[in-house]
C-alpha cells in the first residue's frame, strides 16, 4: 500500500468533526478555562484576521458550539466561546489539578485536529516551512506535542517567534526615552534643574529634634555603645539631592507581552511539508491561500 492511501486514514477529510477534536486549538495558544467546580468551561484563543475568525467559527457550528468575537489586540482579535457543560470533558483531560494546561496521556494527533491547528494560528514562513505556534504559558506540552507530530509524521524543528512590528516599535521607543531619561538623570548635578529634586537622608546617627524646653536647658544627647555620645560626633556632610522623577525613570517598566511572539514548531522539507498538505487538506474559503500550508516539491510516484 502506497504511504499516500496509508496518511488518508488520518487527514481531516477521513471523518466527520467531534467534539475532541478541538484539542487541535488548544495545541496553540489556545487556552480553555474551567469556571467554579469545573462543571463548566470555556476556550479563548487569538486569531490573526477576520478570516480566519470565520474559518474558526464555521468548523465549530457543526458541534453546536459558538466562538464569539472579543477584543482586538495586536495579534489580531480574540475569539472565545461562553463557558459550556460540553467542554467541561474537554477542560478536565488539557488540564491538571492545578488547572494548568498540559497534554493528556496518550494523546494522538490525527489530521482533522491539526487542521483545527493550522486554521488557527498556522502559517507558511516564507522560507518553504510551516510554522506552528505554541502556548508560551505553557511550557509544560510542548514536548508531548513535538512527540505527537513526530508519530504523525511530521518531525518539527523548535523555533521562537519575534514579537509583532507594533509591539518591536513600542519596545524600541520605550528604550530610546529610558536611556535619554537615565542619561539626563547622571547628568544633572543641580537639584533645582528639576521641581521633583528632594534632599537624601542623610547618613550618620539620627538625632531626634530637642524638645520644646527653656533657652537655657541644653538638649539631652543620645548615649552610644562606646560611652561617647552623638553630641560629640563630627556632623555628616550633606548628601547629594536625589531627583524622585529620574530615580523612577531608572527603573525599566515590564513591556506587556506580545500575543505573537513565542515558542512555535517549524515543519520543513518537501516530503514533510506534502504529507501535512495530504492531512490538513485545503484552505478554507476564508483564509489567504498564501498562508496554508503549501508543497513546492515533485510529487511521489
Partial sequence: MRDVSQLSLFSADAR?????????????????????????ARISLQVADAGRAAAVRAAAAPLG?????GERTCAGRELRTAYRRDLAGLARAWTGRDRRKSVPAGFQLDGTALRLWVLACGRADGRGGCVLPLDGAAPGTHDALIA???????????????????????????????????????????????????????????????????????????????????????????????????HLALVPAVAPECPAAGPALRIA?????????????????????????????????
Fill in 16 to 40: 466527520p468533526l467531534r467534539l475532541g477534536d478541538l484539542a487541535g486549538l488548544l495545541c496553540g495558544p489556545a487556552r480553555i478555562t474551567r469556571f467554579g467546580a469545573g462543571d463548566t
Fill in 65 to 69: 458550539i459558538p466562538f464569539e468575537l
Fill in 269 to 301: 522539507g518537501a516530503r514533510r511539508l506534502q504529507r501535512l498538505v495530504e492531512l490538513v487538506g485545503p484552505a478554507p474559503e476564508d483564509v489567504d491561500t498564501a498562508e496554508w500550508p503549501r508543497h513546492w516539491g515533485r510529487p511521489r510516484a
Fill in 148 to 246: 505527537a507530530t513526530t508519530r504523525l509524521g511530521l518531525p518539527p524543528a523548535r523555533i521562537v517567534l519575534p514579537p509583532c512590528e507594533g509591539c518591536r516599535e513600542r519596545a524600541a521607543a520605550d528604550t530610546e526615552a529610558g536611556s535619554a531619561l537615565t542619561e539626563d538623570a547622571l547628568t544633572t548635578d543641580d537639584p533645582d534643574a528639576c521641581p521633583d529634586a528632594e534632599p537624601a537622608p542623610t547618613s550618620g546617627p539620627v538625632i531626634p529634634p530637642a524638645p520644646r524646653s527653656s533657652p537655657t536647658r541644653p538638649a539631652p544627647a543620645i548615649l552610644l555603645t562606646d560611652g561617647t555620645t552623638a553630641l560629640d560626633l563630627p556632623p555628616a556632610p550633606p548628601a547629594p539631592a536625589q531627583c524622585r522623577s529620574h
